[in-house]
């Protein structure tokens, strides 16, 4: 595909995905101008002083200057706010977002007339930190990025968004958005939920912080790490993604409750097939 | 303090631990000779190969020929072996073990009229991965190392551990048995069960290997990471700390059903406020 020239890209919420966004698109030349639209006056200083946007703007600024708009808020905040940005749009420009939940950011703009202009996409990448200094410069490399209902989309938009993300170093994989709700449920969210219920374990019960600091191993650290990721990100997610979210925490929970059951009535065999069948993942992941 | 001689130390049990030593005591200069006892045929090669121990010998001979023996096998083991070894040695020599768990292992010799020169130690570093091949230059480097019950260890054979220890640039804590393995409960062994419980999980739930694969983020990864870990390291440490580990895994599923139920039933500010308790490790954990 040829791409005749960069485009005019607004970057709705300049935090650690949009300003990630926003040093890809530079590095890899696919923007001429970079519109911040950041409400938060200090992230809005930061997203400037780091060079992370071009200019901030309004919304409808950024409407109107945007040939793209990339929407990296909450997911909450993405299905307030994608239907009246829907509705503002001319035929030629290009909406995607990059939250993390699918069906009900569908949803919000599922009868909408100018719904193809749309591509829900995730992509598989994120840290434990937030705001726009924590922004880095290989993001998304190497990951994958989800694309949903691509159907529903128009092929040049689904066109562009591709090769969007396959320029900054994404697989792409296409799916619909009950299936990815599902899956990431699995892969992704239930890994934050575990992660703060550690967290929120050893704080109830260890009241020594410097013993937590001082004997954390890298163990401890990386099962832990999730546990400082932002609300006001995962909140909505684990609000959205809800029914999904509930079936594997039962599972989850099942599963704990398997190891207590082992340990305590002291069943080596059964602990073993417990822990043997756990280590399958080394076949998955590498 | 000041050395006189670098020493002859056996290492008993040459996998990811015991390696690690090795490489750690010839950079620092600790060693004269390095003695490896190693029963499994191919890994006895591979810690020769790598040059990880100067020779492979019998138990035997290495309590003849070490002035330091260092126990890195599994937990159950050390309980198995520690009392034969105390009754072979020289009242000279020292004995250190590296597990997990320090209780079981005390109560091994409680009673052995050698009893002193034992001292009881559990560095706080480890990975996912074990044998040989797994054996890692910067092992060990400042994590923090535990010594325990040392009031019943002798002065010279701390002395010489504390040495060591620091010389491979750990930091020394002390605390008693008791204390140590009702912490490592907390801060280390759980961590395993909720990694190995979450790799169950998926694994149930999630049917195609390859979507796991696409869709692993660096989130998923990290959380589900300690899942890899050797069976015949850490069945005996679940077994052994039985008491204290039943006791933080009934708290962890209290705190996932408190995520359970805050998402069930929509409960916005509650499942706010258990996001924000979590947070707190950030605190504690840079």
Redesign the interface.
Known sequence: MKQSHKKNIAIIGVGLIGGSFALRLHEKKLAAQIFGVEPAPEHARQALELELVDHICTLDTAIREAEVLILTIPVNNICDMLPGIMNKIRPDQIVLDAGSTKASIIDSIRDHPKRKRFVATHP?????YSGPSAAVPHAFQS??V?LCDKEDSDPDAIEWVEYMYTKIGM?L?AMSAQEHDL??A???H?????????????????QQ?N???????????????????N?GM??PI??QN?VN?????????T??????RA??A?Q?EE??Q????????????K
Do not use: D
């Open positions: 598989m990448w994120g840290t434990e990951k994958s989800v697989r994989l899956h990431t699995y892969i992704s239930i890994s934050h939920i575990t992660s703060f219920a550690l967290a929120n374990t050893v704080l109830a019960k260890e912080a013993t937590i600091f001082e004997l954390a191993s890298s163990g401890f650290e990386s099962t832990v790490r999730l546990a400082k990721s609300p995962w909140l684990l609000q809800k979210i509930i079936e594997v925490l039962e599972e989850h929970i599963q704990l409750n398997a190891f207590k340990i305590e002291e080596t602990l073993l417990l822990i043997l069948k756990a280590n399958q993942i080394k076949k998955i992941l």
